[in-house]
């Protein structure tokens, strides 16, 4: 098959549905009031500008997001940044907020529902092929190779896959494969995983990113939506019961992803407050694993317009700098040292401070004499002059949330508490 001619039309052909209606609860209070992929990652960006932008730079122009957990900032973020696409071409990406559209009145109960419950907007557009993504992941991927290899293997369903230590499988659907990519398991979290041939130390594991031919994905959806016993998802429900049964392939990540150099293939599920917090100080590294700078395949979103970003004084004990670190737009930093930390956008660090490790979100305010070590503050925070956190555990754990690894989140309740 020559994919110079066949893709451009077949990736027409194809309809993306992002799933970003998730809770994201692992991330403790900054899902407060935002759902999971509305929060900011990497300085300028949202996590759901990854998934987005593999589509776009993919080719695919016709992209559904079904939201519903605290949509807001979700839906206001997608209106200013993705609504470039020509209309008049049939490109869009459209908000699909959940809308209880079957005949139980229900929000969505599982991933398979929630594709289910827009299932007569899907026949409306009429696609051979439906992309599925998670709308929370940190990545870069060819879609259209996967699809393409989708349409070389004749299968009715591909499952993009990524190997992972064998200790880690139990956080997600694993798959079995024979040697021509055949899945022969599909095991949600399991405790006992089945492992790669040949790997005994690791397993293939689902990225929750599939390809459906259409009129399949119907049948499988109508079917499941009659069996009281599923609880509508995916993973735990629509794949497992295929295998043996239908032509359901895994496709490793690493024939799909944008390689940054010789690194490994990049992914991450930042959904725990330690993955998130150690996949933007990565980016503060000399070579991270994700590269942000790559013209090729850009991370498209939209910001503020706020002025370049500022360093005043240079006196002996005064010095406004920031080192091995990431600073945005709209941030002043001064009189102070930054030390292998992100700034978020509108960042004002006072003088005589002191930040190391740290994640700081758009529009906080850092008074003088403060010190912060293996923190992330959250949007709009206002910490008072003096204050240390990540140097007494006992006390930050009295104040705040602190993670398993020790990373200590500060938000404006948890501050507004302290007396």
């Known amino acids: 098959m020559n994919s110079q001619i066949?893709?451009?039309?077949?990736?027409?052909?194809?309809?993306?549905?992002v799933l970003a209606g998730g809770k994201g609860t692992r991330l403790k209070q900054l899902t407060d009031h935002q759902s999971k992929p509305a929060v900011p990652f990497g300085g300028r960006f949202r996590i759901i500008d990854f998934p987005l932008s593999n589509c776009i730079n993919s080719g695919f122009r016709k992209i559904g997001v079904l939201t519903q957990y605290k949509a807001h900032s979700l839906i206001k973020h997608i209106q200013h940044a993705w609504s470039f696409l020509r209309s008049e071409l049939n490109e869009f990406v459209e908000i699909w907020p959940a809308q209880q559209q079957t005949a139980s009145e229900s929000w969505y109960k599982g991933t398979a529902d929630a594709v289910y419950q827009n299932i007569s907007t899907i026949k409306s557009h009429a696609p051979k092929y439906v992309l599925i993504l998670a709308g929370d992941h940190i990545y870069k991927q060819d879609y259209s190779l996967m699809l393409l290899d989708h349409i070389e293997k004749?299968?009715?369903v591909s499952v993009a896959c990524i190997e992972v230590p064998v200790r880690e499988a139990s956080s997600f659907g694993i798959m079995g494969?024979?040697?021509?990519?055949?899945?022969?398991?599909f095991v949600e979290k399991p405790s006992n995983?089945?492992?790669?041939?040949?790997?005994?130390?690791k397993a293939l594991a689902s990225m929750?990113?599939?390809?459906?031919?259409?009129?399949?994905?119907?049948?499988?959806?109508?079917?499941?939506?009659?069996?009281?016993?599923?609880?509508?998802?995916?993973g735990k429900n629509i794949l497992p019961s295929l295998v043996g049964k239908a032509k359901?392939?895994?496709?490793?990540?690493s024939k799909s992803c944008v390689l940054n150099g010789d690194k490994e293939p990049y992914w991450r599920d930042v959904g725990t407050l330690d993955s998130y917090w150690?996949?933007?100080?990565?980016l503060t590294n000399i070579i991270p694993d994700l590269n942000l700078y790559d013209a090729h395949w850009?991370?498209?979103?939209?910001?503020?317009?706020?002025?370049?970003?500022?360093?005043?004084?240079?006196?002996?004990?005064?010095?406004?700098?920031?080192?091995?670190?990431?600073?945005?737009?709209?941030?002043?930093?001064?009189?102070?040292?930054?030390n292998h930390s992100l700034l978020f956008s509108n960042v004002h660090v006072h003088s005589y401070c002191h930040i190391e490790n740290s994640v700081i979100l758009n529009n906080c305010e850092i008074h003088r004499h403060v010190c912060l070590k293996n923190v992330i503050l959250d949007e709009n925070c206002v910490i008072p002059e003096g204050m240390k956190i990540g140097y007494d555990m006992e006390q930050d754990r009295r104040r705040f949330e602190v993670s398993e690894k020790g990373i200590i989140l500060v938000t404006r309740e948890a501050l507004a508490a302290i007396k």
């Open 298 to 338: 850009p991370i498209w979103s939209t910001q503020e317009q706020l002025p370049p970003a500022k360093f005043v004084f240079s006196q002996d004990n005064r010095k406004g700098q920031a080192l091995d670190s990431l600073v945005s737009s709209g941030c002043i930093v001064s009189g102070s040292h930054v």
């Open 193 to 201: 995983p089945p492992t790669i041939p040949g790997k005994p130390e």
């Open 248 to 253: 359901i392939m895994a496709h490793p990540f």
């Open 154 to 156: 004749k299968a009715q």
């Open 278 to 282: 150690e996949a933007n100080i990565d």
């Open 208 to 234: 929750g990113l599939y390809i459906f031919n259409t009129d399949f994905l119907i049948e499988l959806l109508e079917k499941d939506a009659k069996d009281e016993t599923s609880v509508h998802d995916f």
């Open 177 to 185: 494969v024979d040697e021509n990519d055949n899945i022969t398991q």
């Open 6 to 17: 066949i893709m451009p039309a077949e990736i027409k052909k194809t309809l993306v549905l």
